[in-house]
């Protein structure tokens, strides 16, 4: 379900007229790189599964290892916006 979310965040934040759909109406392909908001997503968060600790089954929930500081301050740098799963 999360990658789900991901996906749909993602396809909103590009959400405009396809490109094929732009050049029947004759509007440069120049204009089109300025509709959009250009998102990015990644391996930006590492996280390790906490797994089974004392007989208490943690299921899916872990702990952030490393946050790739670097690479999400580049995408914001290019005026990206950056998104961020809850997976890791």
Known sequence: AAGKN??????QLS????????RRQGIP????????VR???GNFVFAKRRGVVDGVDFLETGEVR??????????LNL?????VSNLG
Request: glycine share 0%; no cysteine.
């Open 6 to 11: 991901t996906v749909k965040v993602l396809a």
């Open 79 to 83: 005026n990206n916006v950056v998104v």
């Open 66 to 75: 490393f946050v790739d500081t670097q690479a999400i301050m580049d995408q």
């Open 29 to 36: 392909d120049r204009l089109h790189k300025n509709v959009s």
């Open 15 to 22: 959400k405009d007229p396809p490109v094929l759909q732009l």
């Open 39 to 41: 998102a990015a997503s």
